[in-house]
């Protein structure tokens, strides 16, 4: 017969892998909620994700909003 502390020892040591697993099934779970509900803005939705406009529209549209000049990496030393 076990005795009571070999018994609290393998209660003690099931509670630990079941909170383990638990946690790492939470985690899971947030990650999938992300991948399938992604925070991005509307014109990338558009393109990538709905392919609801065409290239030519979304490369007028991001040239709207970003228009040559406006980035920092938009220096002469970067068109060489």
Do not use: C
Not at 5 to 31: H, M, Q, T
Not at 46 to 58: G, K, R, T, W
């Amino acid at each position: 017969m076990e005795s009571h502390s070999s018994v609290y020892k393998k209660r003690i040591r099931i509670f630990i892998l079941l909170s383990l697993i638990a946690i790492l099934g939470a985690f899971d779970a947030g990650v999938l909620w992300l991948a399938i509900h992604p925070q991005v803005p509307p014109l990338y939705r558009a393109y990538y994700l709905d392919h609801s406009i065409d290239e030519n529209n979304f490369t007028h549209q991001m040239m709207k909003q970003h228009p040559e000049g406006a980035s920092p990496s938009d220096t002469p030393d970067s068109k060489l």
